[in-house]
């Protein structure tokens, strides 16, 4: 492991950063891990978390993405050590995690709005689930199009599913993305 992501994948995203997107055969696909900590831990993650009674320190986060050569996108999210039963929204947002919750800044949108109330789950990447018994969580979401080079930078948990509640954790992520685009 470097830095939260597996080796195979900080060599893709490398050569995404790099080129504007890793083409193979099958297209771009990426994983990276983290294990949640709170900012300004003695040892920094890639993933933050904000409240510990939802998201504690040690809990862990996956993010897949695989892209088609045609620029859909699936992202796929897996946690474990999260509180049991409790329901969490999740969404890509446009920027890095940081100790300030807001750094993330807003959620990705495939068609930006001017208006920042105006969120679909067609328009944005939603990965909202419920952690099981043991606190562990899945979900996945399909998009017919792919992110634009630097817009998409993390996933934030939020204390509710849906477009509200409080960000409770955030995990920077390499995000590849459809080349050709600004």
């Known amino acids: 492991m470097l830095a939260g992501i ?26 990276t891990d983290a294990r949640f900590a709170p900012p300004g831990a003695l040892v920094p993650s890639a993933a933050v978390t904000y409240d510990q009674g939802l998201v504690p320190a040690a809990a ?5 993405q695989r892209m088609g050569l045609g620029g859909a996108t699936t992202v796929g999210l897996r946690t474990k050590g999260l509180r049991p039963g409790h329901t969490y929204g999740a969404h890509v947002h446009q920027k890095p995690c ?11 949108q495939h068609e930006p709005s001017a208006d920042p109330h105006h969120v679909t789950a067609d328009n944005e990447v939603w990965l909202d689930f419920t952690a099981d018994d043991h606190g562990s969580g899945t979900a996945r979401a399909h998009h017919s199009w792919g992110f634009r080079r ?16 409080a960000r409770v954790a955030c995990f920077t992520v390499p995000f590849g993305w459809v080349a050709g685009t600004a």
């Open 60 to 64: 862990w986060i996956e993010v897949t």
């Open 150 to 165: 630097g817009e998409a930078s993390s996933v934030v948990l939020h204390e509710e599913p849906g477009s509200k509640g």
């Open 98 to 108: 940081a100790a300030d919750p807001a750094a993330a800044g807003g959620h990705y």
């Open 6 to 31: 597996s080796l195979g994948a900080a060599a893709v995203a490398a050569a995404v950063l790099a080129g504007g997107g890793a083409q193979d055969p099958h297209g771009y696909r990426m994983r």
